[in-house]
């Protein structure tokens, strides 16, 4: 894989508009990371490095759908019973061998291989037996009760695309193809730190006063583990440029992506800027979003650099909305964009407009049963019980000032944005 460009950030000093900067991101990011071939019961949140075209039929061969009795449609009678005697049982796995003539009825069951020259199965239950003959009713139509061969996926069928991630499902289709092992992209190497003199791990379990506890480096963890990465924890830089100089010169090597969080304003001791443009390049993005500050883009040698805001909420609303198609598209995913769903807003609002804001909201029933956006009543941006108590958040685009109750308005599930 090649690697980024020295000044692929690089934006101007206008306040850039979301959109704006997503696309920047998709244009300018690419797959970073190399493959390697895992056994399948591991490929879980995996993404798949290839495309996967399938060597075989699914299913193999036409097979009996129930527990009945193959004939010949041509065989029935139309408009009475027709009597046929039984010549034959076939159970799964168990394959007749040889082929079938007119006239004749065999016992078969779920999962069997309908044998050559049968094409239509009646059910077990709609059926009657007298001595060694089985009596069947009119009625039904030609193939009733019969899979078709390849039915599910046909022999050079592409099933499933390089970039496409690995669900249960996914995996259960690589399996119905007869794959043991997949071709993944290797997973994604973050070093994620968190700054701040007044930042202390809470696994030291107490806090000096004025010292609140790191919160953003287990929670962006959190989120680069969903997404698949391999996380190093590097701990809680304090405010001093030689620490933090240091310190990000030693992990870049080693990681693909460095992420911090805190520091990145233009205050007197924000020192995170300065230093990674020493080590290599980086911007500024004034991102007309709130929640969220000023986040920092750029790159320490071969390595990828996100500086997110201090604030917890800040943190972890840029870290879904901005950082994670860019941590997505560096680790090979093809579809970075979370779906979002139109739901009716259970709330009015005035928003000022020329920015997108994001709302902590749950989604609940109203008297007729119909799903609403209700917001959390406290819009602090660091509240992070609020994170906790919500589902999703409402997007408010840039052109919006005003939200009516009943508006369709965009809903983000957390789901859709940690995975
Ligand atoms: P900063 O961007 O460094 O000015 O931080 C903005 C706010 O977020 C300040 O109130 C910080 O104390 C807080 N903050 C920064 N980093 C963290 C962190 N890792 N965990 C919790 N709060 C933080
Ligand atoms: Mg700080």
Redesign the pocket.
């Known amino acids: 894989m090649t690697g980024l460009q020295d000044d692929c950030f690089k934006i101007g000093d206008d306040l850039l508009p979301f959109e704006d900067g997503l696309k920047i991101l998709k244009a300018r990011a690419h797959r970073v990371v190399g493959s390697e071939i895992v056994p399948l019961i591991q490929a879980l949140g995996r993404v798949l490095a290839e495309d996967i075209q399938s060597s075989l039929n699914v299913p193999p061969h036409d097979n009996s759908a129930v527990d009945g009795y193959a004939v010949r449609f041509s065989d029935l009678s139309q408009t009475t019973e027709t009597r046929l005697p039984v010549t034959a049982r076939i159970a799964a796995g168990h394959p007749l061998g040889r082929c079938t003539e007119p006239g004749e009825a065999a016992q078969i069951f779920t999962g069997a291989p309908v044998p050559d020259g049968m094409d239509t199965i009646f059910m077990q239950e709609d059926v009657a037996l007298d001595g060694d003959a089985v009596l069947l009713p009119p009625g039904i139509r030609p193939s009733a009760n019969r899979r078709l061969k390849g039915e599910d996926v046909k022999q050079g069928d592409v099933i499933l695309r390089a970039g496409q991630v690995l669900r249960a499902q996914e995996i259960g289709l690589a399996a119905s193809v007869g794959l043991g092992q997949l071709k993944v992209c290797k997973r994604l190497r973050a070093a994620v730190f968190?700054?701040?003199d007044?930042?202390a791990d809470p696994s030291d379990g107490r806090a000096n006063v004025g010292a609140?506890?790191?919160?953003?480096?287990y929670?962006i963890a959190a989120l680069l583990r969903g997404l698949g990465c391999e996380v190093t924890d590097l701990g809680?830089l304090s405010?001093k440029v030689g620490e933090i100089r240091s310190a990000l010169h030693d992990a870049a090597p080693g990681h693909d992506l460095i992420l911090t969080?805190?520091?990145?304003?233009l205050?007197e001791?924000?020192h995170i800027t300065r230093v990674v443009e020493s080590l290599g390049s980086i911007d500024f993005w004034r991102l007309a979003i709130k929640p969220g500050?000023p986040m920092a883009l750029g790159k320490i040698v071969d390595t990828a650099f996100v500086g997110l805001?201090?604030?917890?909420v800040?943190?972890m609303v840029t870290f879904m909305r901005i950082a994670r198609p860019l941590v997505l598209i560096l680790a090979g995913r093809m579809d970075v964009d979370p779906h979002v769903f139109k739901v009716p807003a259970g709330f009015a609002m005035h928003k000022k407009s020329g920015r997108r804001e994001w709302l902590r909201a749950s989604l609940q029933a109203d008297a007729g049963g119909t799903l609403c956006a209700m917001l959390y009543p406290h819009r602090g941006s660091?509240m992070l019980t609020s994170m906790v108590a919500s589902h999703g958040l409402v997007e408010l685009p840039e052109d919006v000032a005003v939200v009516e109750e009943g508006q369709l308005v965009d809903f983000l599930p957390y789901a859709e944005m940690t995975q």
């Open positions: 968190s700054t701040g007044e930042i609140v506890f790191d919160v953003n480096r929670s809680i405010d969080s805190g520091g990145v304003s205050g001791e924000d500050r805001p201090g604030n917890p800040a943190a660091g």
